[in-house]
T-cell receptor
């Protein structure tokens, strides 16, 4: 059973600070990693995806992947109150397996950015 | 720019009733998925489809059925509704080009079984 673990939070940061969200996964063969943002009562929306070790930056968001440690993180710079949401980490299976296109989700980290 | 459309948005069922949750996408995606999300939890995969006529079970398929007669539509059927099926249901789709294509989600159906 593949597992994706996230700290449930809540995580509170002041406006303008860096928010750091972490995720670990159990399947060493996992290939693709996604971060979704979910506002209360809404559907998940894609924030970032990363496939290769290292950092990937998109605006205020940076995804970091370390496959050796089975760890993926999301950094949000200059956090805004509008970033307050639950952030879901999702992981696919191995490329050659039947689960390559199935996402396993963590339970999410609730982030609150304080004005 | 419809994307993934789910109907209904809300529904209350009595125990033992049945219903079909509708999902349609206009992005010509081969892959479609049904998830459920219980309060404070992540999404769990119920069923998925890799194309018309092909479906397979996910992590939590018991109590549900699906069909995929067209590329666009992927309905989820609940037979003999039980209180444990009270949840928010999300449908998603993705391109078949590579496994690293992100999934696009509908707005969800909030279902209560009383």
């Amino acid at each position: 059973q593949k597992e994706v673990e996230q700290n449930s939070g809540p995580l509170s940061v002041p406006e303008g600070a860096i928010a750091s969200l972490n995720c670990t996964y159990s399947d060493r063969g996992s290939q693709s990693f996604f971060w979704y943002r979910q506002y209360s009562g809404k559907s998940p929306e894609l924030i970032m995806f990363i496939y290769s070790n290292g950092d990937k930056e998109d605006g205020r968001f940076t995804a970091q992947l370390n496959k050796a440690s089975q760890y993926v993180s999301l950094l949000i710079r200059d956090s805004q109150p509008s970033d307050s949401a639950t952030y879901l980490c999702a992981v696919t299976g191995q490329e050659t397996s039947g689960s390559a296109r199935q996402l396993t989700f963590g339970s999410g980290t609730q982030l609150t950015v304080l004005p | 720019n419809a994307g993934v459309t789910q109907t209904p948005k809300f529904r209350i069922l009595k125990i033992g009733q049945s219903m079909t949750l509708q999902c349609t996408q206009d992005m010509n995606h081969n892959y479609m998925y049904w998830y459920r999300q219980d309060p404070g939890m992540g999404l769990k995969l119920i069923y998925y489809s890799v194309g018309a006529g092909i479906t397979d079970k996910g992590e939590v398929p018991n109590g549900y059925n699906v069909s995929r007669s067209t590329t666009e539509d992927f309905p989820l059927r609940l037979e003999l509704a039980a209180p444990s099926q009270t949840s928010v249901y999300f449908c998603a789709s993705s391109s078949a080009r590579r496994s690293n294509q992100p999934q696009h989600f509908g707005d969800g159906t909030r279902l209560s079984i009383l």
